[in-house]
């Protein structure tokens, strides 16, 4: 549904995109990571068409954003960066301006989407009166008229309570379940991609590092969290075990490594042991381990 190829782009000479690549499948939520800087609002900006690329190309649903612009967009709902209203006009008046500028405004379908998102008691506040939930649940309102078949969200969730988190998770996935939608989510919140997302992708320094399904990060090798004084002496246990430290503290071993065998070493080398907790790997592990640079 959503195909980015070989994408290249430069600002004053730095790349910020070096020939990033993915492919996001019809119905299925796809994540975008990546450290401030990394390239991620350049890539959904250009596959907006709001930046122009330098390089490659980007097509929804087979039809090109950068030749074919508008017949392309027709296809995408989008919430980038900061959305922007004007506070003194109210929720109603906004929408019917800011939908109208790429097409008819369907009051009627206005009014079901208003009620999906929880803004039919606010809808004629001036939006200067809404709280930044109300804001964000106003912009994907404005986001899914008229309906879309992709949706772009570009750190929605940015600035949420708790419970506003939960509310947009629930309704994207909700959204999924009942339109078929797909969605490209742009987040710092690990694990509400971790929730909500099919497959991740992470861009590093303008790199396309790493592209897997959630459900398949398990590493099949042993993880253990491994507490214990003196800490030289855990160590050497940990090296002959062949342990190898990975970002977060989770140290992995051969998968025939048994436990116990571990700890009865810890012991007998004389250490106090305190802790030894089977980890899974995570996307947090995931993301430590491809958005460090490469030291050398």
């Given at each position: 549904m959503l195909r980015v190829s070989n994408l290249r782009k430069c600002f004053a000479g730095k790349e910020a995109l070096k020939g990033v690549s993915f492919e996001v499948e019809k119905g299925e939520i796809y994540g975008l990571l990546g450290h401030n800087g990394a390239g991620k609002s350049t890539t959904v900006g250009i596959i907006l068409g709001m930046v122009s690329a330098d390089g490659g190309e980007v097509e929804v649903g087979g039809v090109s954003v950068l030749k074919e612009h508008t017949a392309a967009l027709r296809k995408v709902g989008a919430i980038f960066e900061a959305p922007a209203f004007y506070?003194?006009?109210?929720?109603?008046?906004?929408?019917?301006?800011?939908?109208?500028?790429?097409?008819?405004?369907?009051?009627?379908?206005?009014?079901?989407?208003?009620?999906?998102?929880?803004?039919?008691?606010?809808?004629?506040?001036?939006?200067?009166?809404?709280?930044?939930?109300?804001?964000?649940?106003?912009?994907?309102?404005?986001?899914?008229?008229?309906?879309?078949?992709?949706?772009?969200?570009?750190?929605?969730?940015?600035g949420l309570d708790p419970e506003g988190i939960k509310w947009f998770r629930d309704f994207i996935l909700s959204l999924r379940e009942e339109r078929g939608l797909t969605v490209l989510f742009n987040s710092h919140l690990l694990s509400e991609v971790e929730l909500m997302c099919d497959r991740v992708s992470i861009i590093r320094?303008?790199?396309?590092?790493?592209?897997?399904?959630?459900?398949?990060?398990?590493?099949?090798?042993?993880?253990?969290?491994?507490?214990?004084?003196?800490?030289?002496?855990?160590?050497?246990?940990?090296?002959?075990?062949r342990g190898e430290p990975?970002?977060?503290?989770?140290?992995?071993?051969?998968?025939?490594?048994?436990?116990?065998?571990?700890?009865?070493?810890?012991?007998?080398?004389?250490?106090?042991?305190?802790?030894?907790?089977?980890?899974?790997?995570s996307l947090e592990d995931v993301y430590l381990e491809y958005s460090k640079a490469p030291s050398g």
């Open positions: 506070d003194y006009m109210s929720g109603w008046q906004n929408l019917k301006i800011l939908v109208g500028l790429s097409g008819p405004f369907d009051e009627k379908a206005a009014r079901e989407i208003v009620g999906k998102v929880g803004l039919s008691d606010r809808i004629n506040s001036k939006v200067g009166s809404y709280s930044h939930g109300m804001r964000q649940r106003l912009a994907l309102a404005q986001a899914l008229l008229p309906e879309p078949e992709v949706l772009l969200l570009d750190e929605p969730t940015d320094g303008g790199e396309h590092v790493f592209q897997g399904r959630v459900n398949d990060l398990r590493d099949d090798r042993l993880g253990l969290r491994i507490q214990a004084e003196p800490v030289h002496v855990r160590d050497e246990v940990i090296k002959r075990f990975m970002p977060g503290g989770r140290i992995v071993f051969p998968l025939e490594t048994k436990v116990s065998e571990i700890v009865a070493a810890l012991v007998d080398s004389g250490a106090e042991v305190s802790e030894v907790t089977p980890v899974r790997r």
